[in-house]
């Protein structure tokens, strides 16, 4: 079964460094989306992307972030200078045009020192 | 903003019987409610949806009913089983175009024991 593919698995960064996040959605999927949980709290949206174009972001995703699906298959969200509150679980998640839900990969895990 | 909310951190059932996970949401516009599994180091997996038209879904073992007017959502899993131990979240959206964000609750943790 297609499944969402997220690398790598856990980045270890020291504070204001850049990252770069990968992912590759499901390849018939045409919304795209980041979401992040941090420790002990609820999975929250950062921005969703179609068209290569941002269709909605939140007030997380400031000026740091950006995002970009390069190549046609992977889908990368960047975080050009990090914080310690940025350390968190990313998660990926992409949706068909039609269809009950989002497909989330298994995440990255950001820890920012 | 606290949307969608789940109120019990945890909930321990015996092998089974019916696990009944509760969520409520505030926003009226949301309307579609979905139900996530996630297990530790992996991402939430989707389980079963409901659209605000409806009032129930079933899918196997599981079913989400829906109370709009209560604005109250329930998961019930039946029989139990302990592969179903994980943290369930609630999540909705508002509008089924593709664009529309989830908006996720706390999560309740699950415990089937044996």
């Known amino acids: 079964e297609p499944e969402v593919t997220q690398t790598p698995s856990h980045q270890v960064t020291q504070m204001g460094q850049e990252v770069i996040l990968r992912c590759v959605p499901i390849s018939n999927h045409l919304y795209f989306y980041w979401y992040r949980q941090i420790l002990g709290q609820k999975v929250e949206f950062l921005v969703s992307?179609?068209?290569?174009?941002?269709?909605?972001k939140s007030e997380i995703f400031d000026d740091q972030f950006s995002v970009e699906r390069p190549d046609g298959s992977n889908f990368t969200l960047k975080i050009r200078s990090t914080k310690l509150e940025d350390s968190a679980m990313y998660f990926c998640?992409?949706?068909?045009?039609?269809?009950?839900?989002?497909?989330f990969g298994p995440g990255t895990r950001l820890t920012v020192l | 903003d606290q949307q969608v909310k789940q109120n019990s951190p945890s909930l321990s059932v015996q092998e089974g019987r019916i696990s009944i996970l509760n969520c409520d949401y505030t926003n009226s516009m949301f309307d579609y409610f979905l139900w996530y599994k996630k297990y530790p180091a992996e991402g939430p997996t989707f389980l079963i949806s409901i659209s605000s038209i409806k009032d129930k879904n079933e899918d196997g073992r599981f079913t989400v009913f829906l109370n709009k007017s209560a604005k109250h959502l329930s998961l019930h899993i039946v029989p139990s089983q302990p592969g179903d131990s994980a943290v369930y979240f609630c999540?909705?959206?508002?509008?089924?175009?593709?664009?529309?964000?989830?908006?996720f609750g706390t999560g309740t943790r699950l415990l089937v024991s044996p």
């Open positions: 992307f179609y068209n290569n174009e941002i269709s909605e």
């Open positions: 998640a992409s949706r068909k045009t039609a269809g009950p839900g989002q497909f």
């Open positions: 999540a909705a959206s508002a509008g089924n175009t593709g664009f529309q964000k989830l908006v």
